[in-house]
C-alpha cells in the first residue's frame, strides 16, 4: 500500500528536453564574393610580373639577331660570353666575399647593439634611438664623399675592405632595431634562471636567448646580404680596378653611349638574380617567422 507521504516524495519523472537550436555559421565578407572577382586581379597582376622575367629569358636564351617570341633554338652563348669575355666570373666571386663579410659584421655588431639597447637603461638611450631611425632618412650618395675622404686617408680605396665597411655601416642602424625588438620579447627571467644556474651574463645569452634569436638574425643577415649584393653606388665609386668590381657595376659596363648588348645584358641579369632567390627558397620559412612570430618560444 503506498502511502501519501511516499507519493510526495516520489521524484518527478525526466523529460528529454530539445536542445537548444545551433547558431548559424557567421558568413564572412569574401564569402559572398564570386571567385572569378578575386582570381581574375590576381591573375592580371601575375601576368604583369611574370612578363619582364619571361622577357629577359627571351633575350638571354634566343641567338643573336633572333625576334622570335620564342627562345627556340635555345643557345647559352650570352652566358658563355658574360662569364668568359665580361669577366662575371670574377665579378661574382667578388660579390659573394663582399655579401658574406657584410652578413656576419652586421649580424654581429647589430646582436651585441640590440642586447645592449634591450637589456640596459643609460641616459642618452632614447636619443640614440632617435638617431638610428633618423638615420634611415639619409640617401646613400650624401654619405659618398665623406666616406671617400675617410677611406682615403686609409689607403683602403679600391679595396673589397672599403666596400664591406660602407656596407655594415649602412645596414647597421635598421639591423640594430630590429634585433633588440627580438630581444625584447625573450623573457628576462629565463637569463636569470641561467644565472641562478651559475651561468655568466655572456653564457646564460650564449646558450638561452641566441637560439630564440635564429628566425630574426636570418632575417636580419639575409637583408644585409641582399642589399650589399644589388648595392651599386659604394662599389662604382671605392672601386677602380675591374679585378675588384662587383656584379653591379659589371651590369652596368655592358652598357655604352652607343649601343647595348641585350643578350649578354639579360644574361647578366639571370647570373646576378639566381643566388638571390636561391638564398630566399631556403630561408622563406625563418623569414616569415621571424617578421611574424619574433622570437618568443616556450
Excluded at 148 to 153: M, P, W
Amino acid at each position: 500500500m503506498i502511502t501519501e507521504e511516499a507519493t510526495e516524495t516520489a521524484p518527478a519523472p525526466v523529460r528529454d528536453e530539445p536542445a537548444p537550436p545551433r547558431p548559424a555559421k557567421r558568413r564572412r565578407a569574401w564569402d559572398e564574393v564570386p571567385r572569378w572577382h578575386i582570381y581574375l586581379p590576381l591573375s592580371i597582376y601575375l601576368v604583369f610580373t611574370l612578363i619582364p622575367f619571361y622577357w629577359i629569358l627571351l633575350f638571354a636564351l634566343r641567338p643573336a639577331g633572333s625576334t622570335s617570341l620564342v627562345p627556340w633554338p635555345i643557345t647559352f652563348d650570352h652566358f658563355e660570353k658574360v662569364w668568359t669575355e665580361r669577366a662575371f666570373g670574377t665579378y661574382f666571386e667578388n660579390s659573394v666575399y663582399v655579401g658574406l663579410a657584410t652578413l656576419v659584421m652586421t649580424t654581429l655588431v647589430a646582436l651585441a647593439g640590440g642586447y645592449a639597447l634591450a637589456r640596459f637603461d643609460f641616459k642618452v638611450k632614447n636619443a640614440f634611438m632617435l638617431a638610428l631611425l633618423c638615420s634611415q632618412f639619409v640617401p646613400g650618395a650624401l654619405l659618398l664623399v665623406p666616406l671617400f675622404e675617410i677611406f682615403a686617408e686609409l689607403k683602403m680605396i679600391n679595396s673589397l675592405g672599403s666596400v664591406i665597411i660602407a656596407e655594415t655601416v649602412f645596414q647597421l642602424p635598421l639591423s640594430m632595431i630590429l634585433i633588440s625588438n627580438f630581444i625584447k620579447n625573450v623573457p628576462y627571467s629565463l637569463e636569470e634562471a641561467a644565472w641562478v644556474d651559475g651561468c655568466n651574463r655572456l653564457t646564460a645569452f650564449r646558450i638561452v636567448v641566441l637560439p630564440l634569436l635564429r628566425p630574426g638574425l636570418i632575417a636580419v643577415g639575409s637583408f644585409a646580404f641582399v642589399h650589399s649584393w644589388n648595392h651599386f653606388l659604394f662599389a662604382l665609386m671605392f672601386l677602380n680596378n675591374q679585378d675588384k668590381q662587383t656584379i653591379p657595376v659589371g651590369l652596368n659596363t655592358l652598357m655604352s653611349a652607343d649601343s647595348v648588348d641585350l643578350g649578354a645584358l639579360a644574361a647578366g641579369g639571370i647570373i646576378a638574380a639566381v643566388p638571390v632567390v636561391i638564398v630566399f627558397a631556403f630561408i622563406q620559412k625563418w623569414l616569415i617567422t621571424g617578421f611574424s612570430a619574433g622570437a618568443v618560444k616556450g
